[in-house]
């Protein structure tokens, strides 16, 4: 079974520009989630989807930041415009819904994001 | 989330057993521990969790205490791939979001 996809794996982009990441979660969970970890400091949790639904945005920084998940699969997180701070790497994990718990949660390898 | 307490690092040598211990003194009866870790350049890896009785899976052996304020990872024969950054989590015991939250964990450092 194919675990988490991420694309690209590497991204350089200037100030300004927009960068789209992309995940694929693993076939049949619902729930997807995006992180971050930006040099030096702790991974950071920015949001999660139910199927299509945004079921928690509270750590999304701000308003550059749009995170889509049409249709209940792939999951795309555009920044726009990207700035220097949004550097680090960006990782998606899915979980399946109704596993209770629901910490038991799969990582993709991660996006690194390099603003110059 | 129950506040976590890991130490900064450790080390131990390869082939013997790796033991990461954590402090949740604040955790409560319905929380779960969960273990995680990062290997360079990788992804956040799910190892483990547990309520209260001692789990085991191919990976590690999870061992809690009776009054659950603290438990152990065990890494029984630790190899180099082993070296990573291990994280112990004390998730809310309901909730309905379900995002980790990730302290600085225990980097394990497994030598020759």
């Known amino acids: 079974e194919a675990g988490v996809t991420q694309f690209p794996s590497h991204s350089v982009i200037e100030k300004g520009q927009t960068v789209t990441l992309r995940c694929d979660p693993i076939s049949g969970h619902d729930n997807l989630y995006w992180y971050r970890r930006v040099m030096g400091k702790e991974i950071k949790f920015l949001l999660h989807?139910?199927?299509?639904?945004?079921?928690?945005e509270s750590g999304m920084p701000n308003n550059r930041f749009l995170a889509e998940r049409t249709g209940g699969t792939y999951s795309t997180l555009k920044v726009q415009p990207a700035e220097l701070e949004d550097s680090g790497v960006y990782f998606c994990?899915?979980?399946?819904?109704?596993?209770?718990?629901?910490?038991?949660?799969?990582f993709g390898p991660g996006t690194r994001l390099t603003v110059t | 989330d129950a506040k976590t307490t890991q130490p900064p690092s450790m080390d131990c040598a390869e082939g013997r057993a790796a033991n990461l211990p954590c402090n949740h003194s604040t955790i409560s009866g319905n929380e779960y521990v969960y273990w995680y870790r990062q290997i360079h350049s990788q992804g956040p890896q799910y190892i483990i969790h547990g309520l209260k009785n001692n789990e085991t899976n191919e990976m590690a052996s999870l061992i809690i205490t009776e009054d659950r304020k603290s438990s152990t990872l065990i890494l029984p024969h630790a190899t180099l791939r082993d070296t990573a950054v291990y994280y112990c989590?004390?998730?809310?015991?309901?909730?309905?979001?379900?995002?980790?939250?990730f302290g600085s964990g225990t980097r394990l450092s497994i030598r020759p």
């Open positions: 994990a899915s979980s399946q819904v109704g596993r209770d718990p629901s910490y038991e949660q799969y």
């Open positions: 989590i004390v998730p809310p015991g309901y909730s309905s979001a379900s995002k980790i939250i």
């Open positions: 989807f139910v199927k299509e639904s945004k079921q928690d």
